[in-house]
């Protein structure tokens, strides 16, 4: 079964709003989280680093105040895209760091379909 | 930071073994390497890691030459729903540097 947790896996939002992906760690605690988008038939594109209490790391030419990310507990990162645009429409991806089966592995989430229209 | 090479794209017949080759010259003695598979419209889902030497879970093997500088990711015989992008990443187990996804190689199995 899944052990990172996103939600919704599609939202539809109209241009100029804001909507929130939850990612949720199942089973552990990550202090550390991952936000990547990834475009249709390319690969992953690391966002920023989420760290629990404090704030987040983004990648070059990722903007923070657009992406909003929040880490307010060791199993939960939200990822806010606020006045979203079309240009934003993107699956959106979370991982974390756990040790479910022993050493230390990156989870996926099933990831977000956002679509700004 | 590990750069990894992949084949952009491979082909296989069912019910073949697949062999996937990831390069990665620049390893760092505390890396380790991972694979991920990925479908359409999910998230990459966990497939193996390894060290060095050889791993195999239930699904796949793993290889790792003695100078760690590739890694062979082993599918024996492949569905149809093995068709899919395979992508290797390579870094230590606390580090960031496992986070940067190559290009993967994408994956179709022939009926």
């Known amino acids: 079964g899944a052990v990172v947790s996103q939600h919704p896996s599609r939202v539809i939002c109209k241009s100029g709003t804001s909507v929130k992906i939850e990612c949720r760690s199942l089973d552990f605690q990550a202090t550390t989280m991952f936000w990547y988008r990834q475009f249709p038939k390319q690969s992953l594109m690391l966002m920023a680093t989420s760290n629990e209490g404090s704030k987040a790391t983004y990648e070059q030419g990722v903007e923070k105040d657009k992406f909003l990310i929040n880490h307010a507990s060791l199993t939960l990162s939200t990822l806010t895209v606020t006045s979203a645009h079309p240009e934003d429409s993107s699956f959106y991806i979370c991982?974390?760091?756990?040790?479910?089966?022993?050493?230390?592995?990156?989870?996926f989430g099933e990831g977000s379909w956002l679509t700004v229209v | 930071l590990a750069k990894t090479t992949q084949p952009i794209s491979m082909d296989s017949y069912e019910g073949q073994e697949v062999n996937i080759t990831c390069s990665h010259n620049n390893i760092a003695t505390n890396d380790y390497i991972t694979w991920y598979q990925q479908f359409p419209s999910q998230g990459p889902r966990f497939i193996i890691q390894g060290y060095k030497t050889k791993v195999t879970n239930e699904v796949a093997s793993l290889f790792i030459p003695a100078d760690r500088k590739s890694s062979t990711l082993s599918l024996p015989r492949v569905s149809l729903s093995d068709t899919a992008v395979y992508y290797c990443?390579?870094?230590?187990?606390?580090?960031?540097?496992?986070?940067?996804f190559g290009t993967g190689t994408r994956l179709t199995v022939i009926p």
């Open positions: 990443l390579v870094g230590s187990q606390t580090g960031a540097n496992n986070l940067f």
């Open positions: 991982s974390a760091r756990g040790s479910i089966r022993g050493g230390n592995t990156i989870y």
